[in-house]
């Protein structure tokens, strides 16, 4: 569980820092995919228990102390979506592309919607998406389109991301 955890905010916290660096050379209207969501949903949709959430959570924090975001807005919005996709964890199978990309778009509408209702208590520290605009759609676009391709990476190092108990 502890090393499933750990493997799970490495591997978040490394994909933030290649979304920081790299990603932004294939930019659209400044939008990169969020592959650090990725990688908490699919660790709390393969993890039937608190791994996820607790890789959500702690990789939120870190990804707070290394970015501009008020401290606590990353661990919210990363719980909130890795609680919500450990709920449905064992409900149905996941296919190779057509369920990956409704998580990727599905996570990104969470994260703007978590995003919003925090936007709405915090105004002053805190700018929402905006539910017409382009920049929201490209993202969940993205995150769509590479979820497919990143569960299968995270699928070939399964023992890493998933606790045995949990494998199948």
Same mark, same amino acid.
């Given at each position: ?17 290649? $979304?920081? #660096?790299?990603? $932004? ?6 939008? +990169? ?9 699919? @660790?709390?949709? $393969?993890?039937? *228990?608190?791994?996820? +959430?607790?890789?959500?959570? %702690?990789?939120?924090?870190? $990804? /707070? ?9 990353? &661990?919210?919005? *990363? @719980? ?14 996941? /296919? *190779? ?7 990727? &778009?599905?996570? #990104?509408?969470?994260?703007? &919607?978590? @995003?919003?209702?925090?936007?709405? &208590? ?8 905006? %539910? %017409? /605009? ?5 993202? #969940? ?13 995270l699928?070939?190092?399964?023992p890493?991301?998933? @606790?045995? *108990?949990?494998r199948?």
């Amino acid at each position: 569980m502890l090393r499933t955890i750990l493997v799970a905010v490495a591997a978040s916290v490394g994909c933030s820092l290649l $979304q920081s #660096t790299w990603l $932004q050379s294939i930019a659209v209207y400044a939008v +990169i995919p969020d592959l650090a969501l990725l990688v908490v949903v699919y @660790t709390s949709f $393969q993890n039937v *228990r608190a791994e996820g +959430i607790a890789a959500g959570f %702690l990789s939120g924090l870190l $990804q /707070d102390f290394i970015s501009s975001a008020p401290l606590g807005f990353n &661990a919210f919005v *990363r @719980t909130l979506v890795s609680f919500g996709f450990n709920l449905i964890s064992g409900s149905f199978y996941i /296919d *190779r592309i057509l369920m990956p990309m409704l998580f990727g &778009a599905v996570s #990104t509408l969470i994260k703007a &919607a978590a @995003t919003a209702v925090l936007a709405v &208590a915090f105004p002053a520290f805190i700018h929402g998406y905006n %539910l %017409l /605009d382009r920049i929201l759609w490209i993202e #969940t676009a993205y995150n769509a389109v590479l979820a497919p391709i990143l569960f299968f990476i995270l699928g070939l190092l399964k023992p890493f991301f998933v @606790t045995a *108990r949990n494998r199948g």
